[in-house]
């Protein structure tokens, strides 16, 4: 099957899922099998949440948009360190979102007139719950982490990079080669929030990934969020 095919069968099948039909199934499963990322996003309510209050802040701002997809990625890789156990992961997500959480009532709040007594009270309230529920995921990866036997993390030395003379012909795709799409799907620690230079959450907020058709992997946009 071409690439072209494949690609409006699967648009086709996560369609008629949506509507409910159980004889598109199989099918779906089979691409959803061989392509983790087509169900990687979807499949992680934390990723869903962390894209809905980017997606309520930005409004119609695709820069604020993608400038605080990349913000929530930074501080996901700053968190975990560089091999987070499944807990950490759960932890950081959960420390991300409340972040999130927080300091969009607290920006939102600020722009508010105030109304009387009673709804100041009301702010005044949801800012401490959401707040509250900030400091308390902060404390409870603070407490896993002090609980955790200490392990040595071993050094790994960079490898050696190849001197290129300006007058050496390089071959597009050569490991010498400056193309921006081999900078850009450097491997970061896999922790499991980067792909292809890219965090999960930006893919849900419009950033296209790869499907297998045939045993290749091939560029497929706009399925992540399906």
Request: aromatic content about 4%.
């Amino acid at each position: 099957m071409k690439h072209e095919d494949a690609v409006a069968e699967l648009n086709n099948l996560i369609a008629r899922a949506k509507q409910g039909d159980a004889e598109v199934i199989p099918r779906l499963c089979e691409y959803l099998d061989n392509n983790p990322i087509l169900w990687t996003g979807p499949g992680n309510l934390a990723l869903q949440a962390q894209a809905a209050w980017v997606t309520l802040i930005a409004g119609q701002d695709k820069h604020l948009k993608q400038c605080l997809a990349r913000k929530v990625n930074d501080m996901k890789q700053e968190l975990s360190g560089i091999s987070p156990s499944p807990m950490e992961k759960l932890l950081v997500e959960r420390v991300v979102t409340t972040w999130l959480r927080v300091h969009y009532c607290e920006a939102h709040d600020a722009q508010q007139d105030e109304k009387s007594l009673k709804w100041a009270e009301y702010r005044l309230k949801r800012y401490r719950t959401m707040a509250d529920l900030h400091v308390k995921s902060i404390g409870a990866l603070t407490m896993l982490r002090k609980l955790m036997p200490v392990t040595e993390t071993p050094r790994v030395e960079p490898p050696e990079e190849k001197e290129t003379q300006i007058d050496e012909k390089v071959e597009p795709g050569s490991p010498c080669a400056i193309e921006p799409t081999f900078h850009a799907e450097r491997q970061h620690p896999a922790n499991g929030h980067r792909i292809i230079g890219r965090n999960r959450l930006a893919q849900l907020l419009g950033v296209g990934g790869g499907v297998s058709v045939g045993g290749s992997q091939r560029k497929v946009n706009d399925h992540e969020s399906h």
